[in-house]
């Protein structure tokens, strides 16, 4: 079971890491480096989902991360599995003037309008 837990809490950390860098890397311009983290970002929450449930409750850990662009990354990728939790994080997100805002904004719009599907379960 502890291996099993390290595992995940490893999925984790390389989905917090890869969700900052592709931010950290769209802020200045680098549209090819954003794009590897982002696929890294899709392969890593694969990953997670593999183990179902399991999975997708320890990337909700990230809901508290110090850095916003990494709280809102997994609450997109969260809205149905953790709805109330995740619009949450995305709602606090959205207030702001900045990119990881109007990225939370979206999240919470395609959301609305049915069109969301990040993790169509």
């Not at 592709?22 to 549209?31: H, T």
């Not at 990337?59 to 599995?81: E, I, T």
Request: glycine share 6%; charged share 25%; proline share 2%.
């Amino acid at each position: 079971m502890v291996e099993f837990e390290v595992k995940i809490e490893k999925l984790v950390e390389a989905f917090a890491l890869h969700a900052a860098a592709q931010n950290d890397a769209v802020q200045q311009g680098d549209s090819k480096t954003g794009n590897k983290h982002a696929k890294k970002v899709n392969e890593t929450f694969d990953k997670l989902c593999a183990h179902g449930d399991a999975g997708r409750d320890a990337l909700a850990a990230l809901f508290v991360h110090p850095r916003m662009d990494v709280r809102v990354k997994a609450a997109a990728f969260l809205l149905r599995h953790r709805t109330t939790e995740a619009k949450v994080v995305l709602q606090e997100a959205a207030q702001g003037q900045d990119f990881v805002s109007f990225a939370a904004s979206e999240a919470l719009k395609r959301w609305s309008e049915g069109t969301w599907a990040l993790d169509p379960g």
